[in-house]
Nanobody
Framework: QVQLVESGGGLVQAGESLRLSCAVS????????MGWFRQAPRKEREFVAA????????YYVDFVEGRFTLSRDMAKNTGYLQMNSLKPEDTAIYYC???????????????????WGQGTQVTVSS
């Protein structure tokens, strides 16, 4: 059974940084795309970024590009979301998810992932 576990959330001040982790356990056959999402209070879940299985390809939505960076540790089967220059509007529960197959963001944009993590809270104070 595949499980995704996020960690690294917390409370920071505006301008500070956090690094979220998403550890994948269980067997996923072939390659996959790992996506990151967030859901702020009273708002819908939104797609943030995605990285390929190898880590060679990544994609960011406009409002995080230049501030957030994805990486992968294949040996640990873990993905990371480095978040810099955090803003109060970045406050949300952050989720990781996985879509099997070649790199693609279309299913992630549709929130149509194969596996989801439980989320980790990120709070940015002003």
């Amino acid at each position: 059974q595949v499980q995704l576990v996020e960690s690294g959330g917390g409370l920071v001040q505006a301008g500070e940084s956090l690094r979220l982790s998403c550890a994948v356990s269980g067997r996923i056959f072939g390659s996959y795309t790992m996506g990151w999402f967030r859901q702020a209070p009273r708002k819908e879940r939104e797609f943030v970024a995605a990285i390929s299985w190898s880590g060679s390809t990544s994609y960011y939505v406009d409002f995080v590009e230049g501030r957030f960076t994805l990486s992968r540790d294949m040996a640990k089967n873990t993905g990371y979301l480095q978040m810099n220059s955090l803003k109060p509007e970045d406050t949300a529960i952050y989720y990781c998810a996985v879509v099997s197959g070649a790199f693609s963001v279309s299913r992630l944009r549709a929130l149509n992932a194969d596996y989801w993590g439980q989320g980790t809270q990120v709070t940015v104070s002003s």
